[in-house]
């Protein structure tokens, strides 16, 4: 069955880090793109990062430019964010998501595929 699994989040102290997976069942990265998304309590879902795996082109969103880092691994079917330097600011709720067509990685447009997401809570 087509499916996204997203794991690895966790609640951490600010300065911390994560790294989260995005595994993928039933279709291969070669067609899609993926991304991670996050959706504070109150909050607009927003983008974090997009990459397209055929060429690893990546987009990140501004405040985490610097900080995370995506990354795919095609043979596993697996995509990564690494997180480091984790604000409060960056609490939520992640999750990944795939495009089979044109796509706004800032928010989520397009994305026809989505996962469960993962609970990022960073205390002060």
């Known amino acids: 069955d087509v499916q996204l699994q997203a794991s690895g989040g966790g609640s951490v102290q600010a300065g911390g880090s994560l790294r989260l997976s995005c595994a993928a069942s039933?279709?291969?990265?070669?067609?899609?793109?993926i991304g991670w998304f996050r959706q504070a309590p109150g909050k607009e879902r927003e983008g974090v990062s997009c990459?397209?795996?055929?060429?690893?082109?990546?987009w990140y969103e501004g405040s985490v430019k610097g900080r995370f880092t995506i990354s795919s691994d095609n043979a596993k079917n697996t995509v990564f964010l690494q997180m480091n330097n984790l604000k409060p600011e960056d609490t939520a709720v992640y999750y990944c998501?795939?495009?089979?067509?044109?796509?706004?990685?800032?928010?989520?447009?397009?994305?026809?595929?989505w996962g469960k997401g993962t609970l990022v809570t960073v205390s002060s």
């Open positions: 998501a795939a495009a089979s067509g044109p796509y706004r990685c800032r928010t989520g447009y397009g994305m026809n595929l």
């Open positions: 990459i397209a795996t055929r060429d690893d082109s990546t």
């Open positions: 039933g279709f291969t990265f070669d067609d899609y793109a």
